[in-house]
């Protein structure tokens, strides 16, 4: 398949990064974690730590899926410079969402400890880093929030999981929160995935995971009066990536596909069509969660439309595109 062509089918998965609101647990653990290096990169690594070392490996080998007692946790891997060595140090974070232009917020708790994790003391003097959210790779600026804003996105993180509080409360500092934002960049994206075909399911696969922890964040919110914050974050920033997903599916993936195999053409059609009936759905659900005093009672039968709507929409795409778009890359 020629580099275009490839350049074309990558675009066509572009969709924000994001991929259970329990990163507080991972602070224990992410201390420094010198794992891979950035590329062209010739400076000596430190020995990674062995309890991250093994989340890191785990989270690769399974596109951002880690088990045990973080399943079921948004997370990434944050590689920094090192304030004192200049070497790259990995480290996995839990993280939350904060908008549908893919930027995401990491607290900088250690866990209550009195001093700043050395990963905040690097983004501080480098902010340029580099992301791995277990479908793409790629690089951001990381911002620290300061004031209102600060407080704002520290108190959003409390009201989806209270563990932030309790390590708030340990420590006489003010736990820092970090904006990270992708840094724009020419061409397709990275898609951590050995062929088309297996990008699409790795992507495909993120959103069958976000839209079940969703899922999981409305069931835990039974009893409260109102939606909370992040979880309406949460939501919107899921139909922001599906739309931008389809988006870029309907005008570059499927042309691609309906000109050099047009014995395709009716199995696209009928994608185009189902992606007009998600669509709805997906609006549907957003006019919920941005409604004043949404109950998250309310929400739920939204989101099980579109999860068995969209289940079904991405198995049948799975069955009828993989094979043929693997087809092609191998004949690169």
Same mark, same amino acid.
């Given at each position: +398949?020629?580099? #275009?062509?490839?350049?074309?089918?990558?675009?066509?998965?572009? $969709?924000?990064?994001?991929?259970?609101?329990?990163?507080?647990?991972?602070?224990?653990?992410?201390?420094?974690?010198?794992?891979? /290096? *950035?590329?062209? #990169?010739?400076? /000596?690594?430190? +020995?990674?730590?062995?309890?991250?070392?093994?989340?890191?490996?785990?989270?690769?080998?399974?596109?951002?899926?880690?088990?045990?007692?973080?399943?079921?946790?948004?997370?990434?891997?944050?590689?920094?410079?090192?304030?004192? $060595?200049?070497?790259? %140090?990995?480290? &996995?974070?839990?993280?939350? &969402?904060?908008?549908?232009?893919?930027?995401?917020?990491?607290?900088?708790? =250690?866990?209550?400890?009195?001093?700043?994790?050395?990963?905040?003391?690097?983004?501080?003097?480098?902010?340029?880093?580099?992301?791995?959210?277990?479908?793409?790779?790629?690089?951001?600026?990381?911002?620290?929030?300061?004031?209102?804003?600060?407080?704002?996105?520290? =108190?959003?993180?409390?009201?989806?999981? &209270?563990?932030?509080?309790?390590?708030?409360?340990?420590?006489?500092?003010?736990?820092?929160?970090?904006?990270?934002?992708?840094?724009? /960049?020419?061409?397709?994206?990275?898609?951590?995935?050995? #062929? +088309?075909?297996?990008?699409?399911?790795?992507? %495909?696969?993120?959103?069958?995971?976000?839209?079940?922890?969703?899922?999981?964040? @409305? $069931?835990?919110?039974?009893? /409260?009066?109102? @939606?909370?914050?992040? @979880?309406?974050?949460?939501?919107?920033?899921?139909?922001?990536?599906?739309?931008?997903? *389809?988006?870029?599916?309907?005008? +570059?993936?499927?042309?691609?596909? =309906?000109?050099? %195999? &047009?014995?395709? #053409?009716?199995?696209?059609?009928?994608?185009?069509?189902?992606?007009?009936?998600?669509?709805?759905?997906?609006?549907?659900?957003?006019?919920?969660?941005?409604?004043?005093?949404?109950?998250?009672?309310?929400? @739920?039968?939204?989101?099980?439309?579109?999860?068995?709507?969209?289940?079904?929409?991405?198995?049948?795409?799975?069955?009828?595109?993989?094979?043929?778009?693997?087809?092609?890359? $191998?004949?690169?």
């Amino acid at each position: +398949m020629p580099n #275009s062509a490839l350049r074309i089918l990558r675009s066509a998965l572009r $969709t924000p990064h994001s991929t259970c609101c329990v990163p507080f647990r991972l602070q224990r653990a992410a201390a420094i974690t010198p794992a891979r /290096k *950035h590329e062209n #990169s010739h400076r /000596k690594q430190r +020995m990674p730590n062995p309890f991250n070392q093994q989340i890191i490996e785990e989270f690769r080998a399974n596109h951002g899926e880690v088990g045990g007692y973080f399943e079921g946790a948004r997370l990434i891997l944050l590689t920094t410079t090192g304030a004192r $060595t200049g070497s790259p %140090h990995t480290t &996995p974070l839990g993280y939350l &969402p904060d908008g549908g232009d893919g930027t995401i917020l990491v607290i900088a708790s =250690a866990g209550g400890s009195p001093k700043h994790p050395d990963w905040y003391r690097n983004v501080v003097a480098t902010p340029r880093v580099t992301i791995e959210s277990g479908v793409f790779t790629y690089e951001a600026e990381a911002v620290v929030l300061a004031g209102e804003e600060r407080d704002r996105a520290f =108190a959003r993180a409390v009201e989806a999981e &209270p563990g932030w509080a309790e390590y708030q409360a340990k420590t006489d500092r003010t736990i820092p929160v970090v904006a990270l934002r992708e840094l724009p /960049k020419a061409g397709p994206p990275n898609i951590n995935a050995g #062929s +088309m075909g297996k990008a699409i399911k790795v992507v %495909h696969d993120a959103f069958r995971r976000e839209l079940a922890l969703i899922r999981r964040e @409305l $069931t835990d919110s039974n009893g /409260k009066p109102t @939606l909370g914050a992040q @979880l309406r974050i949460n939501c919107l920033t899921f139909c922001q990536g599906l739309h931008n997903h *389809h988006t870029g599916e309907d005008t +570059m993936l499927f042309p691609f596909l =309906a000109d050099r %195999h &047009p014995e395709l #053409s009716p199995t696209l059609g009928r994608l185009q069509e189902e992606h007009e009936q998600i669509a709805a759905l997906v609006e549907d659900l957003r006019r919920v969660v941005t409604a004043d005093d949404t109950d998250p009672v309310a929400v @739920l039968p939204e989101v099980d439309r579109l999860i068995a709507r969209l289940e079904a929409h991405l198995a049948y795409e799975e069955e009828q595109l993989i094979p043929t778009l693997d087809a092609a890359t $191998t004949t690169t």
